[in-house]
């Protein structure tokens, strides 16, 4: 298979679909790999590192999205990028199709089959092209928030660890899922007093069991979280309801309850938000003051370590993209129901039900795709 890579176009996006280890795995396999000049320099890849893995560079996204049979992206393609796209070529992306008529039109009339990170399943009932993102959001929010709490940029000013002597920061993390998890870990090795609110009870039981002593957990209500905002430096909000937008577990009146110079991260901003008075931020100008509380409500986070978070979904991606170039999209979805579940767009038809649903367009089953 001719594997195409071209330079992510979306303002603010650093990442980039292949690493040269994921090209050199391809190339390995016996797939052409083509890359587009300058696509790994956002996270660090110079173009030289992917001829050493024996990768192809390719001046333009035309000449890419012109002669491979599988376009290898992060962020879903934009409106120019999708009028390139042809008549079975394969498309492997994050897409979120629901919210985006206009990128659904456009994949519906490009013939394409496209493969979506973002529905693609593991056994356990996770969603293993998601879950690295989450891991690298919930790594740094802690860092982010550390850096809100500082004096000059409005925070509170007490350090995350304290020194011998002084109380290290109490942090709250709502939601205990993949981001809050990794939240509470660094947030706990930064030195700070941690808790962790959520309303699994197998996931508290996890918690328990396996962080047990590096940070506490409580069932989550609203009556906790009114409580625990009162003494907290910092809270990180980290809930998930799949398929909604995230609950309001702040409110506007709270926030005179918090202390002042108190730092609120939200990372579930990109479904909503999950305190009041959140509104999505961007790199550039990353916080804001409501009554006194400042607020972190960076919709990309992975974005602001571009590298990390490449080589991260480019692990989770790689062995996806080898049984997809290795078999051909049929067979590997044929004989994964994983990633037969990643299938979103085939042939200008819909293949993926919650889609259909958000769109009020039809659906064809994936399993008929598959023989279609
Ligand atoms: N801002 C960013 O850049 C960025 C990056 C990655 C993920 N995210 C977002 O972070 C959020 C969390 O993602 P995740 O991967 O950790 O999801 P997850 O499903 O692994 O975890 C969510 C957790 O929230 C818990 N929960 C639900 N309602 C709750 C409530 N009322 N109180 C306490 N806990 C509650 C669930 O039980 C679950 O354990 C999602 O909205 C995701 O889209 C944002």
Redesign the pocket.
């Known amino acids: 298979m001719k594997i195409g890579c071209p330079t992510e176009i979306k303002p603010q996006e650093f990442r980039v679909g292949m690493t040269p280890n994921a090209a050199q795995e391809a190339v390995a396999h016996g797939h052409d790999v083509i890359i587009q000049a300058g696509a790994g320099m956002g996270s660090g890849f110079t173009d030289e590192d992917y001829l050493a893995a024996g990768a192809a560079i390719i001046d333009t996204a035309e000449e890419i999205f012109a002669t491979a049979d599988m376009i290898v992206k992060v962020k879903e393609p934009q409106a120019g990028e999708r009028k390139m796209l042809r008549e079975g070529q394969l498309l492997f992306t994050y897409l979120h199709l629901a919210p985006d008529p206009d990128q659904t039109h456009d994949l519906l009339a490009s013939g394409c089959t496209a493969i979506a990170y973002e529905t693609v399943t593991d056994d356990r009932g996770g969603l293993p092209l ?2 690295p ?2 891991e ?3 790594r740094l929010a802690p860092q982010v928030g550390a850096w809100t709490l500082q004096k000059a940029n409005g925070g509170r000013g007490v350090l995350m660890g304290g020194v011998p002597g002084v109380a290290p920061a109490k942090v709250l993390v ?8 990794h939240a509470a870990k660094i947030a706990a090795g930064m030195g700070a007093d941690v808790t962790v ?4 009870l197998p ?1 508290l039981r996890y918690l328990d069991d396996v962080f047990g002593g590096t940070f506490k957990n409580q069932y ?1 209500t609203a009556g906790a979280t009114a409580e625990l905002i009162q003494t907290a430096d910092m809270v990180i909000g ?5 398929g909604a937008a ?2 309001k ?1 702040i409110s506007r009146e709270q926030l005179s309850t918090m202390k002042p110079g108190a730092a609120l991260v939200d ?5 909503g938000g999950c305190f009041e008075t959140s509104k999505a931020t961007t790199h550039a100008d990353p916080i804001y003051e409501v009554d006194n509380v400042m607020h972190y409500c ?5 974005g602001a370590v571009a590298r990390t978070s490449t080589i991260a979904l480019g692990n989770a991606t790689l062995p996806f993209m080898l049984a997809l170039a290795d078999k051909g999209w049929r067979q590997a979805c044929e004989d994964d129901p994983h990633l037969l579940n990643g299938l979103n767009v085939h042939a200008g038809q819909l293949t993926y039900y919650a889609v259909g649903k958000a769109l009020g367009l039809d659906v064809l089953s994936p399993t008929l795709a598959l023989k279609a």
Do not use: E, F
């Not at 709502?174 to 998890?181: A, D, L, N």
């Open positions: 998601l879950a993102m989450s690298v959001a919930g709502i939601g205990g899922g993949v981001v809050g998890t609110l959520d309303r699994s996931r989550s980290a809930v998930l309801i799949p995230a609950p577990l990372v579930a901003i990109d479904q960076v919709a990309n986070m992975p």
